[in-house]
């Protein structure tokens, strides 16, 4: 079992580059969300998903873009990096025990994936 | 608005003493709380989690943490560490909020545990 997956491990990106950070589930959680870990910050809200087709932004969602075509995968865009995306980037899944679309974290456990070390030169 | 408040941003401790890694929310709703550890080059996994009933709650690894309403805290305790503790340390509250519920993070605790 797989877990969260992200892929890459690490990148190195100039100024004005486009990319996608790849997330994968394969425990077919409905939640699913990007956070950003910088020093003495903890992790940031970025975007997340309730369920596929359905998107939201977090609390520092600038200069970012999610899709989610399907509850295994929430790919995260960044339109054109700055030195500002120097990050740490972590993707996280949850399943939702409520029935309707709204279900989020709530009282279930959100599991992480390996993180992605972004730098932005 | 809700926030998490870790206040010491590192706990060196030797091996084999008690540790206490604290933890302060601001909420006006009822919330679940959390403690994950991230180890180096890691990603977060969970230690522990309060949604109801008693208020000391324990985790793996030897970890427990108790919730404390009325001082709105958190705090995670070990009565004995050990090296392999040494890891950054973070307490999470998740609220209801904009029709869904969001995970927020303290900005962490780093527990080095010396020999």
């Known amino acids: 079992n797989a877990g969260v997956t992200q892929t890459p491990k690490f990148q190195v990106l100039k100024t004005g580059q486009s990319m996608t950070l790849q997330c994968a589930q394969d425990m077919n959680h409905e939640y699913m969300s990007w956070y950003r870990q910088d020093p003495g910050m903890g992790l940031r809200l970025i975007h997340y998903?309730?369920?596929?087709?359905?998107?939201d932004q977090g609390e520092v969602p600038n200069g970012y873009n999610v899709s989610r075509s399907t509850t295994e995968d929430f790919p995260l865009r960044l339109l054109s990096a700055a030195p500002s995306q120097t990050s740490v980037y972590f993707c996280?899944?949850?399943?939702?025990?409520?029935?309707?679309?709204?279900?989020?974290?709530?009282?279930?456990?959100?599991?992480f994936g390996q993180g992605t070390r972004l730098t932005v030169v | 608005a809700q926030s998490v408040t870790q206040l010491d941003s590192q706990v060196p401790v030797f091996e084999e003493a008690p540790v206490e890694l604290r933890c302060n929310y601001s909420?006006?709703?009822?919330?679940?709380l959390f403690w994950y550890v991230q180890y180096p080059n890691q990603g977060l996994q969970l230690l522990l989690k309060y949604l109801s009933g008693s208020t000391l709650v324990k985790g793996i690894n030897g970890f427990e943490a108790e919730f404390n309403k009325s001082q709105t805290s958190f705090h995670l305790r070990k009565p004995s560490v050990h090296i392999s503790d040494t890891a950054e340390y973070f307490c999470a509250v998740s609220v209801w909020m904009d029709s869904s519920y969001k995970l927020i993070f303290g900005s962490g605790t780093r527990l080095l545990v010396r020999p």
């Open positions: 909420s006006s709703v009822s919330v679940y």
């Open positions: 998903s309730v369920g596929a087709g359905i998107t």
């Open positions: 996280a899944s949850s399943y939702s025990f409520y029935s309707d679309w709204t279900g989020g974290l709530g009282n279930t456990e959100a599991f």
